[in-house]
């Protein structure tokens, strides 16, 4: 588990974009089931786990190649106030 964050460069968690909170979210419940299901094997957790950690390498390497697919996945920041003025979202 360690390794997989590690791998993921998830060394922060004051920056998390909506991305790194759904990996989390799913990461949370492959742990979570493999927890409360008896039945499912140190083998396939770890298959799963290695699965889970080939796709988000996937992802990492496409967000860093494509600005397009960067754009689509994380979006951009809309600013709401600037020098001290509430600005309407367009």
């Given at each position: 588990m360690?390794?997989?964050i590690n791998l993921s460069g998830k060394?922060?968690?004051a920056v998390n974009t909506p991305l790194n909170q759904i990996q989390n979210y799913i990461l949370g419940g492959i742990i979570g089931g493999v927890i409360c299901n008896?039945?499912?094997t140190i083998i396939q957790?770890?298959?799963i786990l290695l699965i889970w950690s080939l796709i988000v390498m996937i992802i990492k390497y496409l967000r860093n190649q494509s600005l397009l697919f960067r754009q689509l996945v994380e979006g951009?920041?809309?600013i709401l106030i600037h020098n001290g003025q509430?600005?309407?979202c367009k």
């Open positions: 360690i390794l997989q060394v922060d968690f008896s039945s499912i957790f770890m298959i951009h920041p809309v509430s600005i309407m």
